[in-house]
């Protein structure tokens, strides 16, 4: 009886000293997190190994967000943007690499799309106020659509900043949101996660599957509140949408969104959504702002073009048509 008792109690030292050296793991898992951002809801969703790993990216992605809100949002005093649309028609203004870099890329796809893409909509859009139903007069309208020109931003050297005439405005609001996005999945990615899903608005970015299973991302119906028209296996990829009801007001019959063709200072009407698939959310966010101003037949030819990208316009007879990559 003494020989089992110390016998236990040798095996008892021997699987406590085990738990020590060893610890229990982390169980692996999925971490998730909504919250609110750049004025839009945004969701983070991300497998991990480690418990202490999967929360701490979850607030280092949202923190990514805000960082990016802070310099590029209009409605903060202290961007960027801010301060170069107060300053840089009267003296060039130094803003940052980062900033100054996402300029390029919106000033390449202006020339690209023969001005459909053009970040100075702003120069009228800052007339709009969709809340309060609120749009500029004829005559505001017909002083202020000449300013949408993106050949009036002038990018200098040592990234400087100038506007060629006053009344110029700009608004990254057709690409920051996928350029936020596509920053939180490479800080994911960085930090060696495999699988993760980031969603902000309209605009989605997917690193590798879901675990052995695509992804499922779904198209939103353009005129029912929780509809959807179609859902798309996806892995590894970004999708953004661009939709006539994001922020709009109806009066006299007349839908008026946020999203401005630059040729009127006016809204399109011959599309309700366009969604676009490619490598990064950057390029996807602004390319389907692109393809809903060209509107459908100007759009697809753009985008069977473009061989890295597809496209599903919804017309405003509600119907789907699809680019050739997708289509087959």
Same mark, same amino acid.
């Given at each position: 009886?003494?020989?089992l008792?110390?016998?236990?109690?040798?095996?008892?030292?021997?699987?406590?000293?085990?738990?020590?050296?060893?610890?229990?793991?982390?169980?692996?898992q999925?971490y998730?997190?909504?919250f609110q951002t750049?004025g839009?809801?945004?969701?983070?969703?991300?497998?991990?190994?480690?418990a202490?790993?999967?929360?701490?990216l979850?607030?280092?992605?949202?923190?990514?967000?805000?960082?990016i809100?802070?310099?590029?949002?209009?409605?903060?005093?202290?961007?960027e943007?801010?301060?170069?649309?107060?300053?840089?028609?009267?003296?060039?203004?130094?803003?940052?690499?980062e /900033?100054?870099?996402?300029?390029?890329?919106?000033?390449?796809?202006?020339?690209?799309?023969?001005?459909? /893409?053009?970040?100075?909509?702003?120069?009228v859009?800052f007339?709009?106020?969709?809340?309060?139903h609120?749009?500029p007069s004829?005559?505001?309208?017909?002083?202020?659509?000449?300013?949408?020109n993106?050949?009036?931003i002038?990018?200098?050297?040592?990234?400087?900043?100038?506007?060629?005439?006053?009344?110029?405005?700009?608004?990254?609001g057709?690409?920051?949101?996928?350029?936020?996005?596509?920053q939180?999945?490479?800080l994911?990615?960085?930090?060696?996660?495999?699988?993760?899903?980031?969603t902000?608005?309209?605009d989605?970015r997917?690193?590798?599957?879901k675990?052995?299973?695509?992804?499922?991302?779904?198209?939103?119906?353009?005129r029912?509140?929780?509809?959807?028209v179609?859902q798309?296996p996806?892995s590894?990829?970004?999708?953004?949408?661009s939709?006539?009801?994001?922020?709009?007001f109806?009066?006299?019959?007349?839908?008026?969104?946020?999203?401005?063709?630059?040729?009127?200072?006016?809204?399109?009407?011959g599309l309700?959504s366009?969604?676009?698939?490619?490598?990064?959310?950057t390029r996807?966010d602004?390319?389907?702002?692109?393809?809903?101003v060209?509107?459908?037949?100007?759009?697809m030819?753009?985008?069977e073009?473009?061989?890295? /990208?597809?496209?599903? /316009?919804?017309?405003s007879?509600?119907?789907?048509?699809?680019?050739?990559?997708?289509a087959?």
């Amino acid at each position: 009886m003494r020989l089992l008792f110390i016998r236990l109690q040798w095996l008892f030292y021997v699987l406590s000293a085990s738990v020590l050296l060893f610890p229990a793991p982390a169980y692996a898992q999925w971490y998730r997190l909504p919250f609110q951002t750049m004025g839009t809801q945004a969701y983070v969703e991300l497998w991990a190994e480690d418990a202490s790993q999967g929360k701490t990216l979850l607030t280092d992605v949202q923190s990514e967000f805000e960082r990016i809100n802070q310099l590029m949002s209009p409605y903060i005093a202290s961007s960027e943007l801010s301060q170069v649309n107060r300053d840089a028609a009267t003296n060039p203004v130094t803003v940052g690499a980062e /900033f100054y870099q996402l300029l390029q890329q919106a000033e390449q796809l202006a020339g690209l799309s023969d001005g459909a /893409f053009d970040i100075s909509f702003a120069s009228v859009g800052f007339s709009y106020d969709y809340r309060q139903h609120i749009k500029p007069s004829a005559a505001e309208l017909s002083s202020q659509q000449p300013l949408i020109n993106y050949r009036l931003i002038t990018l200098l050297a040592n990234n400087q900043v100038r506007f060629t005439q006053q009344g110029v405005k700009i608004d990254l609001g057709g690409i920051a949101k996928g350029y936020a996005v596509e920053q939180a999945i490479g800080l994911l990615a960085k930090a060696g996660i495999k699988h993760a899903l980031v969603t902000a608005g309209g605009d989605t970015r997917l690193l590798g599957d879901k675990r052995g299973r695509p992804w499922l991302v779904a198209i939103k119906h353009p005129r029912k509140a929780d509809g959807i028209v179609a859902q798309l296996p996806l892995s590894d990829s970004a999708i953004s949408t661009s939709g006539d009801y994001e922020r709009f007001f109806i009066e006299d019959g007349v839908r008026y969104h946020h999203i401005l063709d630059p040729k009127s200072g006016q809204s399109p009407s011959g599309l309700m959504s366009v969604t676009v698939l490619g490598p990064d959310a950057t390029r996807t966010d602004a390319m389907s702002t692109t393809l809903f101003v060209m509107g459908l037949a100007r759009g697809m030819a753009f985008i069977e073009q473009q061989p890295e /990208f597809e496209a599903i /316009f919804i017309s405003s007879e509600h119907q789907l048509y699809f680019s050739s990559g997708l289509a087959q």
